[in-house]
């Protein structure tokens, strides 16, 4: 057996000396553990449940619920100890069934019976409630109060998601710790004293955490309820699988639960690598889009309608949709080429999904020009080829330098990991960015920069000198240098998150910061940090211009993928951006949106617009009829997430297990399938029969995820999935059981869907354990005149993209005096089209407003909460505006995707009167320009 992990109450693990271990003695029976958790985590690991409330592994011990006491033996003889606040120690005599720790679970659970309502047929948390299942388990049986109950006003609303019901409150403080501990948002707390004492917000403030949905999974009874899943369900009316939240990049683990082919929740399942059990309210609610009724069910087909011959979508049978798709594909390709065909998006498939589209479009169709990232990621060679760093290595670096979004906006999990390591693990964190985030309130050292001096801030810093941009402050400058001066020889222990902070400014100049300190740091580790549920699976798939599948360049892999499929395209194709302005222009005939909005979601929303009004064909496969689809000629319905099998990877390239809960609604197929149909129809052939078959000639074939197959990410160890490429020495993984609790009131919703009744008890739980030897792949010989078989001839298997990448870095404008350079960044919650189709979250989009240095705005003799004109060369927006001081002078904020007033002259307004259009800053957005300038005007009386 492998040394055991172990990892403390908080989620870090503790220092100790590596393979210690204790021996105590445990209800009459000796015991090994490590040395360093607490007594009831050490219980756990030994099959011995101690019953507890307020203890949860993932937060600091407060032992006040005093459930957990235990008779443990001390030079004074045994006394009453609280296990969730004793740490297991040499020697130690514990006994858990003794008459005084029964005396002592009596007494508790008759005091906290005393004012809690008997409504437990009517109670949210029926059925899966650890105060019941606790009560039945350890409790007197019956009850010596016969008084009136204390009551409350209920339920009340603490926020747009969560219900608070007072009386069924136990004042474990589970919810108020999670908020101050690990969300870092200390907005709900203990209000009263005695018996008036209550869990609440303050006054008339609102519990607006992104996080709120963690305190309703982990509260004991059925104080904190979830407006969307109340009065739904009941445990036994339920079934789940394992899946992975796919609305973000992170790819957190969840338990998916689902009634009548209904999503009815996600839970956040335990995953030490990933989430650790932790999810954000977009992926806990955003299942809501699933069930909407808005979703596409049939194929469409645009024809001028009787009488008034105007075009509309019209619903055709599969086989003719597919038969139009494919002589119009056909035609196109026989006028203009292959590379006249395009295909955007990508990021919302899976990654059998994904490589069924790469084929079909590289092998089949023939042409290079496909890109998953719509515009709004970095360049794909940079992103693949740079060293990558997983999760954890992040949260134990010796310093961890931000050049991202606002990571609690775009991968809100990430922000609490990182946060944990720097508040809990003492990880110095320093931020590049040009706008304030959410980081700043526990970074080292924040730098600003104005848009397109990322690298050069990036050169200075990785120089260590004493000059820096006159936009950083010369204090949060020397603790920089003094965070990265924990960093070993060139750069060892140094993880750089990278993203892209802002929409506005070109990718390729984040990609040249990122090239600055990849050439100063020759050892630091890159955690990308892009926004799209699984952009890092479809570029691992080829979904990119001047990739194939595996993470190899076109030129690398073009021999393999010739021999496995009989041909490439035969140069490198178009971009997004390239692509719409083919477009455009009439280069390109024929495009093909891929579960993308370009519309919605590209940055500049006028070209895109124009490109699709301008396109020759148009097809949309999609789950909604989106702006975008709806200027389509063709729009294919699909399955979308929780309806479809397969696999997604992370940011850390951690290839994870996607379970099917639902059966698609209508005549939705899979995307696979789709991409599989219209291979044969274009005399070409995919060649697979299912995602499985998909799955095996990926781990055949692509580089990167060679001896991944399906029987190790079904094995047990695989549960929290697998970081790809495998290492080249064989590596030891354990089973999740193994890593965390078998802790049952953790997370209390998951095992009572599979098993009702109470929790187990003393000494009645196998203890965990379990682990697998994964070898690296083997490297079988070829068999059929050179062509890939097994795993592939070493000799013939293409080279992985390695760092250094050539960079193309736009040339920058000169600054304008009169201007000021626009920042748009992500929002959790936006106008994009999954979001809009959830009924709890779509009401939660801010309305988009302009924050800019008060000096700026002084000069133009406007304060907070005047509107003001922001004109671009393409429009001009009327907004409110904020003074904010984090902002650097000379620059100008507005987020993306939200709504925004045009004036009525603008590009991109509604009509000759002007009007409110989803994605505001899109509309002032040119990305023929490597920055955005505008300026700000003061509005007269007559405006607006």
Not at 757 to 770: C, K
Not at 898 to 917: I, K, P, S, Y
Request: with cysteine; aromatic share 4%.
């Amino acid at each position: 057996m492998a040394d055991p992990v172990v990892t403390s109450h908080h989620g870090i693990a503790p220092r100790v000396e590596a393979g210690a271990s204790v021996t105590f003695t445990l209800a009459g029976r000796e015991v090994t553990a490590p040395a360093g958790p607490l007594l009831i985590a050490a219980a756990e690991q030994a099959g011995t449940f101690i019953p507890r409330f307020c203890y949860h592994p993932r937060m600091k011990p407060v032992g006040m619920c005093r459930m957990c006491l235990v008779e443990v033996s001390g030079p004074r003889g045994a006394t009453l100890q609280p296990a969730c606040y004793v740490p297991v120690a040499e020697g130690m005599e514990v006994d858990t069934t003794s008459d005084k720790v029964k005396k002592d679970q009596d007494g508790v659970l008759e005091f906290l019976l005393v004012n809690h309502p008997l409504d437990c047929p009517v109670c949210d948390k029926g059925g899966e409630c650890p105060l019941q299942d606790q009560v039945l388990a350890y409790g007197p049986g019956e009850s010596r109060f016969l008084e009136e109950k204390r009551h409350w006003a209920k339920p009340i609303p603490i926020s747009e998601l969560v219900l608070l019901d007072r009386e069924r409150c136990i004042q474990c403080g589970r919810c108020v710790r999670f908020a101050a501990e690990i969300a870092g948002e200390a907005q709900i707390d203990f209000l009263g004293r005695g018996d008036a004492i209550e869990v609440n917000v303050s006054g008339d403030h609102v519990f607006t955490s992104y996080f709120s949905g963690n305190t309703v999974q982990i509260c004991p009874v059925g104080a904190l309820t979830a407006s969307p899943y109340r009065f739904t369900a009941r445990p036994w009316d339920l079934d789940q699988v394992e899946s992975t939240c796919t609305l973000c990049a992170f790819g957190c683990r969840a338990a998916v639960q689902s009634s009548s082919n209904r999503v009815t929740r996600l839970l956040g399942i335990d995953s030490d690598p990933v989430n650790q059990s932790w999810l954000c309210d977009k992926g806990r609610f955003g299942f809501e889009s699933v069930n909407a009724e808005e979703r596409l069910v049939e194929p469409l087909v645009r024809r001028a309608a009787e009488g008034d011959g105007v075009d509309e979508l019209v619903p055709v049978s599969w086989a003719e949709a597919l038969t139009v798709v494919a002589e119009r594909l056909a035609r196109v390709r026989a006028e203009q080429g292959p590379e006249a065909i395009g295909v955007l998006g990508g990021a919302r498939l899976s990654n059998e999904d994904a490589y069924a589209w790469a084929k079909l479009a590289k092998s089949v169709i023939g042409t290079d020009s496909v890109d998953a990232q719509l515009g709004d990621g970095l360049p794909a060679e940079v992103v693949l080829g740079l060293p990558r760093a997983t999760i954890d290595e992040a949260c134990a670096a010796d310093c961890v330098v931000v050049l991202s979004g606002d990571l609690r906006e775009e991968l809100p999990v990430l922000f609490l990991r990182l946060r944990g390591a720097a508040v809990d693990g003492d990880v110095p964190v320093v931020e590049l960015t040009t706008r304030p985030g959410s980081l700043g309130e526990f970074a080292t050292a924040v730098l600003a920069y104005r848009p397109g001096e990322a690298a050069a801030l990036a050169r200075a810093l990785a120089a260590g000198g004493d000059e820096h941009p006159d936009t950083v402050a010369d204090d949060a400058w020397t603790a920089a240098r003094h965070a990265l001066g924990r960093a070993g020889v060139g750069g060892e222990g140094i993880v750089v998150v990278l993203g892209r902070p802002s929409l506005a400014e070109d990718g390729a100049l984040v990609a040249d910061a990122a090239a600055a300190m990849a050439e100063a740091w020759p050892q630091a580790r890159f955690l990308p940090a892009l926004r799209r549920g699984n952009v890092m699976g479809a570029l691992d798939m080829g979904l990119a211009p001047g990739l194939l599948p595996g993470r190899v360049g076109l030129d690398e892999g073009r021999a393999w993928y010739e021999a496995a499929w009989g041909s490439v395209p035969a140069a490198r194709g178009r971009d997004a951006r390239a692509m719409l302005g083919a477009l455009v222009d009439g280069s390109m005939g024929a495009v093909v949106l891929v579960g993308s909005d370009p519309v919605g979601d590209f940055p500049d929303r006028a070209l895109a617009q124009e490109a699709l009004g301008a396109a020759g064909f148009v097809v949309a496969v999609d789950g909604f009829l989106s702006p975008s689809a709806a200027l389509a000629d063709v729009v294919l319905p699909v399955a979308i997430t929780h309806e479809r099998t397969g696999t997604t990877t992370n940011i850390e390239g951690r290839v994870m297990r996607l379970a099917q809960k639902l059966v698609a609604p209508g005549q939705c197929w899979p995307d696979w399938m789709v991409a599989a149909e219209l291979a044969d129809r274009l005399s070409g052939g995919l060649g697979v029969s299912s995602a499985a078959e998909l799955w095996d000639e990926i781990e055949r074939l692509a580089p990167s995820h060679a001896g991944i197959t399906r029987a190790v990410l079904d094995n047990p160890a695989g549960r929290d999935g697998i970081v790809a490429p495998l290492p080249a020495q064989p590596v030891r993984i354990t089973a999740r059981s193994a890593l965390a609790p078998f802790d049952p009131m953790a997370t209390p919703g998951i095992d009572a869907v599979e098993a009702q009744g109470a929790p187990p008890r003393a000494g009645g739980a196998e203890p965990p354990g379990g682990e697998e030897l994964l070898n690296p792949p083997r490297r079988a010989s070829s068999g059929n005149g050179g062509a890939p078989s097994g795993n592939g001839d070493a000799s013939a298997r293409p080279r992985l993209l390695r760092w250094p990448v050539p960079v193309e870095v736009p040339q920058l404008p000169a600054p304008d005096s009169y201007s000021l350079r626009l920042v748009s960044a992500r929002r959790l919650y936006d106008h994009g089209v999954m979001v809009e189709a959830c009924r709890s979250l779509a009401p939660l989009a801010p309305a988009a407003t302009v924050r800019a240095n008060p000096h700026d705005l002084g000069l133009l003799g406007v304060s907070t909460s005047q509107r003001v004109r922001v004109r671009s060369s393409r429009a001009a927006l009327d907004l409110e505006a904020i003074a904010d001081d984090g902002v650097p002078r000379g620059v100008v904020c507005i987020d993306f995707n939200l709504h925004g007033q045009v004036e009525g002259h603008g590009a991109g307004a509604d009509d000759a009167g002007g009007g409110t259009v989803p994605g505001g800053a899109s509309a002032l957005i040119d990305v023929r320009r490597p920055v955005v300038d505008v300026r700000l005007e003061t509005l007269t009386a007559g405006d607006g």
